[in-house]
């Protein structure tokens, strides 16, 4: 059993799903309609406060979650750019090649892990 879970602006959305493959197509969805819709301004920047630019800001993540331990994401920021993830409390970033994805490479990934 696997689970998709999106947060966005302190909601959060669980879906389960019974094959890694049908998740990973609900992951795709859920990350490019965040992707189109959030558009962040500019925040910060008045007195101590530092200015946090829209790249620098996550206004949604799309997580995976399975057996084993499985964690995985994606996560979307402010001015529509993402970048795919591993991992839960320990974050490492999975390097896109090319014009892949962010989802793809999330893909990629897991298969070379042989995740199934």
Not at 39 to 55: D, I, N, Q, S
């Amino acid at each position: 059993m696997y689970a998709v879970t999106v947060r966005t602006r302190g909601k959060v959305k669980r879906r389960r799903f019974g094959s890694l493959a049908e998740a990973i197509d609900a992951l795709r969805a859920s990350a490019a309609e965040l992707e189109r819709e959030r558009r962040a301004r500019p925040v910060g920047g008045a007195g101590l406060v530092r200015r946090f630019e829209p790249v620098a800001q996550v206004v949604g993540r799309v997580e995976l979650s399975g057996p084993s331990r499985l964690r995985a994401g994606v996560d979307v920021r402010g001015d529509g750019s993402s970048e795919a993830f591993r991992g839960r409390v320990r974050r490492s970033l999975i390097a896109q090649r090319g014009d892949e994805s962010a989802c793809d490479a999330l893909a990629r990934a897991l298969d070379a892990e042989g995740v199934r």
